[in-house]
């Protein structure tokens, strides 16, 4: 797939549910793909307030790689705290489905078959759906009859769980990660952060573990990649002064009489040449170098390992492009720095190539 990765975000948050923070997760996903190696091959698209009428129209104009539904689920209870809603009378049996919008902006649902029956129909461009409301996982299985990738919820989830799981999600995906990687990655990410809902996301895939945008491969009409062309030597300068017959030429070789048609010239030729950016050169050599040390040391997991070996091929790709994005690098050697701090083994070199990149034409 050489194209733009579409990601269609459909937020739902009723009027008679609780208040959600749909926004900040938008952001926080619009952030990471800025932020993201290959954020030139996606492209996220927000629907709001989503109805059921909207959810079709939506899926044909768009026709996305990535349905990413963000809203309430049904569950015992309606809880400010969590994704989960049931605005049915408590002794009436459970429901099941996602909750979209009637035209009154109330809370009503699709029901399990129908999402089914509808993603059967776009088999051929949805690659993975993402379920981000409580209780979804039933509706996220129907899905994976006819989808590769689906995640869904096993019980209910809380906003800040809900918000992380898809901030990594998508950072993992926009550097090329694998379904599989991005979804361990977020779960990790709930446990780093101390939420205590890692175990409630539930992956259905039959990707496996490969890039499956290959966006990794640069497009057939892409231009290819920019290094700095190492500078070329100037025209030789010359000096001369004529006494008679004879022509002395300024040089640091040397003088070498010639004689030619009766005169003789004594010609010195001084060469003048502009030398390459060392400092420059010097600070992709430690990048190199820093990557072997991270892969070859036994202090970071592979999780850290791999985020390390990504943010340093991010600063090789933007320190040899013509005009370098400044902020972008500096906010890359500060993550790296913050990363490797406490490994003092890996922290002195990040700390040289600091400084290389200060010395040379980027600093």
């Keep these: 797939m050489n194209s733009k990765i579409k990601i269609l975000v459909l937020a739902v948050n009723p009027v008679n549910t609780s208040q959600l923070r749909l926004d900040e997760e938008v952001r926080s996903i619009q952030e990471e793909l800025e932020r993201a190696k290959y954020r030139d091959r996606f492209e996220l698209i927000s629907q709001w307030a989503v109805r059921v009428r909207d959810l079709s129209r939506a899926l044909l104009d768009h026709k996305p790689h990535i349905v990413h539904f963000s809203g309430h689920g049904t569950g015992s209870q309606d809880d400010s705290t969590t994704r989960k809603l049931s605005p049915f009378p408590e002794d009436a049996p459970e429901p099941e489905g996602l909750v979209l919008e ?148 300024g040089s640091n070789n040397p003088l070498n009489a010639i004689q030619s048609t009766g005169n003789v010239n004594v010609t010195q030729t001084n060469t003048q040449t502009t030398g390459g950016n060392t400092d420059l050169e010097a600070a992709l050599d430690a990048l190199a170098k820093l990557k072997k040390q991270v892969a070859a040391t036994d202090g970071l997991s592979t999780f850290t390992k ?39 083994t890996l922290a002195e070199p990040v700390a040289k190539v600091e400084a290389l990149i200060v010395k040379a034409w980027v600093g």
């Design 102 to 249: 009637d035209d009154q902006g109330r809370a009503t649902l699709v029901s399990t078959d129908a999402l089914a029956g509808l993603f059967k129909l776009l088999e051929n461009d949805v690659k993975c759906v993402v379920l981000n409301a409580c209780y979804s996982e039933m509706q996220a299985k129907a899905i994976h009859q006819h989808i590769d990738c689906v995640v869904g919820m096993n019980k209910a989830i809380g906003d800040r769980a809900a918000i992380e799981f898809a901030r990594v999600f998508y950072q993992a995906l926009a550097r090329g990660d694998s379904f599989n990687f991005a979804y361990q990655l977020a779960r990790n990410s709930l446990d780093l952060h101390s939420i205590p809902e890692s175990l409630t996301p539930v992956l259905d895939n039959r990707r496996g573990s490969d890039d499956p945008f290959n966006i990794k491969t640069p497009p057939p009409d892409s231009d290819p990649p920019v290094t700095v062309p190492a500078p070329q030597p100037k025209p030789p300068v010359k000096q001369s002064q004529t006494f008679g017959n004879i022509t002395f030429s």
């Design 306 to 344: 791999k985020d390390t070996e990504s943010k340093i091929e991010m600063l090789e790709e933007e320190l040899q492009k013509p005009k370098p994005d400044k902020s972008f690098i500096n906010e890359v050697v500060d993550a790296l720095k913050q990363g490797l701090q406490e490994l003092l």
